[in-house]
T-cell receptor, first 114, second 115 residues
Framework: AQSVTQPDIHITVSEGASLELRCNYS??????LFWYVQSPGQGLQLLLK??????LVQGIKGFEAEFKRSQSSFNLRKPSVHWSDAAEYFC????????????FGTGTRLKVLA | EAGVAQSPRYKIIEKRQSVAFWCNPI?????LYWYQQILGQGPKLLIQ????????DSQLPKDRFSAERLKGVDSTLKIQPAKLEDSAVYLC?????????????FGPGTRLTVL
């Protein structure tokens, strides 16, 4: 069974600073990997996803993520954070065979200082 | 295209009462999910439908929760009787198909408070 860990519950950055949110997964093979964002009072919106191929994937709103097989990680990055990026971010792992299991991490809440 | 619709957006009930949530997925999406999101946690899958059949309900507390998707389109999730620990946001999502590479599209959720 797969699992996903987001080690940082809260992160605070200044507007314009760079951002990296961590995600580690456990799975017997390379899973499908996703990052979602949830603004207050809203549902989740997909930022980006990784299935195979190039390990650096680009998403919406200027976000990117890098898949590192050796570290079982899929960290989310943004070079320059905007105040509107304040939200909760969830990493998710989807099984690639055997089941349709899709597991979300516990989330990282991002606060942006003006 | 229209997104996933959910109603109501907010609901406050007393413990032991019953409550029902409604979800209308994106048109043409065969797979529908109900998640429970407790404050400070990630979404937890309660039940997954493919058309009108249940694919996974392993984490649904079946003594009090029920869900249906009778015509393979919209869906209802019911809690009867509610407990204090059921206070959470209930999210509905839909996708084109079962495979996990399909993007899930989420509704705005229903925030349930059980007093």
């Amino acid at each position: 069974a797969q699992s996903v860990t987001q080690p940082d519950i809260h992160i605070t950055v200044s507007e314009g600073a760079s951002l990296e949110l961590r995600c580690n997964y456990s799975y017997g093979a390379t899973p499908y990997l996703f990052w979602y964002v949830q603004s207050p009072g809203q549902g989740l919106q997909l930022l980006l996803k990784y299935f195979s191929g190039d390990t650096l994937v680009q998403g919406i709103k200027g976000f990117e993520a890098e898949f590192k097989r050796s570290q079982s990680s899929f960290n989310l990055r943004k070079p320059s954070v905007h105040w509107s990026d304040a939200a909760e971010y969830f990493c998710a792992v989807g099984a690639t065979s055997g089941t349709y299991k899709y597991i979300f991490g516990t989330g990282t809440r991002l606060k942006v200082l003006a | 295209e229209a997104g996933v619709a959910q109603s109501p957006r907010y609901k406050i009930i007393e413990k032991r009462q019953s409550v029902a949530f409604w979800c209308n997925p994106i048109s043409g999406h065969a797979t529908l999910y109900w998640y429970q999101q407790i404050l400070g946690q990630g979404p937890k899958l309660l039940i997954q439908f493919q058309n009108n059949g249940v694919v996974d309900d392993s984490q649904l507390p079946k003594d009090r929760f029920s869900a249906e998707r009778l015509k393979g389109v919209d869906s209802t999730l019911k809690i009867q009787p509610a407990k204090l620990e059921d206070s959470a946001v209930y999210l509905c999502a839909s996708s084109r198909g079962l495979a996990t590479y399909n993007e899930q599209f989420f509704g705005p959720g229903t925030r349930l408070t059980v007093l």
